[in-house]
């Protein structure tokens, strides 16, 4: 069925607040059909939240071994099922669909059944994400860990553009449309210690820039909205791989992402635990007759950390143990932006979420900019001649 009209929808607001606390969507005249691909992330589930609330429809992807085994959060999304259920004018929005991207019948399946349920999908946001820790060495230690290095791709590329491509010929059909890929900074800067997920986040931007040019004709818009780091990474699965003894941190100085999320691990588990003893500052710094994943205090031997877990001996998947208040802080920009930005009229083709990934990527496009100004002369040498010019060391008839 197609949705009915409705009408005194709440414009956007013109000026943007420090901290949202509540969303500002764009105007239109009849409810949007959202299509989620990660339906279970807290993003998803806050976002879905909030545009039933607005009176719009949600097609929400979940993959369907994950939520019959109750692995990942799959019990967030349950708990959020029974909101649905408690709430009347949610629970006819709602569609939950099974969805493993890596998987094109899944998708085009997907799509079928929320334009049979809906009539058609308006905005598809596709944030389907998992982040691998691990220094480049490191990944190539055995075959498993090099297999990870697919996975990846298989789940932060391919997935999301197979259910692109599912849903552009629903769009172009009616002539309207919005993609929105969350991605994050990450797109913009090289994180040590998440080579493949950084790959990976580039390829997928580069992708969708490139489609932006070919779907334009057709009133499709494309927009990439970068969250921070810690937010992508620290909503979907984190798999880390055991770390080599040259990578770690009293050998090495760069600051890798093992030790920036075993870092805020710890704390999360803190927040959760308020009880438990603290962690003493030395708790990961090895002692010379200790092993690279051996970790001892000055007095005694401690019991593992969470934030250990990433420099386990084995692969280790895990998902962070975020409390309701943290979770709720950490993603409340990013599901405002989304908010303001799903269905507009002249959606950005990039948005960057929130003060501190704005300053980040600032800084890195003054140094590629600084850098390109050094060797200006070096990238004019080289230009091919006209007009019989002598340059870059020839002549040009």
């Known amino acids: 069925m197609t949705p009915p009209q ?70 967030d999304f349950r708990i959020f099922l029974e909101d649905v259920k408690k709430t009347e004018r949610w629970r006819e929005r709602l569609r939950v669909v099974g969805l493993d991207g890596r998987i094109v019948g899944q998708c085009q399946a997907a799509v079928a059944e929320a334009v049979e349920a809906f009539g058609r999908v308006d905005v598809l946001l596709g944030s389907t994400s998992e982040a ?16 990870l290095v697919q996975d990846t791709f298989e789940t932060n590329f391919f997935s999301n553009v197979n259910i692109i491509k599912a849903t552009l010929p629903t769009m172009r059909a009616r002539k309207n449309g919005h993609v929105i890929m969350l991605t994050g900074i990450t797109g913009h800067l090289g994180t040590p210690g998440l080579s493949m997920y950084c790959s990976s986040q580039w390829a997928i931007e580069g992708y969708c820039d490139s489609l932006a040019y070919e779907i334009a004709p057709f009133n499709i818009k494309m927009s990439i909205v970068q969250a921070n780091m810690e937010v992508n990474v620290l909503t979907n699965r984190m798999t880390s791989v055991p770390p080599m ?15 920036i999320f075993s870092g805020l691990l710890d704390k999360l588990d ?94 890195k496009l003054k140094t590629t900019s600084e850098e390109l100004e050094d060797f200006i002369e070096v990238s004019n040498a080289v230009d091919i001649a ?12």
């Open 245 to 259: 003894s040259e990578y770690l941190l009293a050998d090495n100085p760069a600051p890798l992402a093992r030790e």
């Open 386 to 397: 006209r007009d019989g010019e002598f340059m870059g060391g020839m002549v040009m008839d």
């Open 270 to 363: 803190r927040a959760n635990n308020p009880s438990a003893a603290p962690f003493p500052s030395s708790s990961r710094s090895p002692t010379e007759d200790s092993t690279p994943n051996s970790y001892t205090s000055p007095d005694a031997l401690q019991e593992p950390t969470m934030g250990d877990l990433l420099s386990a001996d084995t692969i280790t998947s895990l998902y962070a143990p975020l409390p309701g208040v943290i979770k709720g802080a950490l993603i409340a920009e990013t599901v405002h932006a989304l908010t303001a930005i799903g269905g507009h009229d002249n959606p950005p083709a990039r948005h960057i979420v929130g003060f501190e990934g704005v300053t980040a990527v600032k800084e």
């Open 132 to 147: 691998v820790i691990g220094a480049v060495e490191e990944m190539a230690q055995s075959s498993r860990t090099l297999n």
């Open 6 to 75: 409705q009408n005194n929808v709440p414009t956007a607001s013109s000026s943007r607040p420090p901290r949202p606390r509540s969303p500002h969507f764009p105007p239109h005249n009849a409810p949007r059909v959202w299509f989620i691909t990660t339906g279970s992330s807290p993003i998803s589930i806050a976002l879905a939240k909030q545009v039933l609330d607005h009176g719009d429809y949600v097609v929400s992807g979940v993959m369907p071994l994950e939520f019959e085994r109750r692995e990942g959060q799959s019990d």
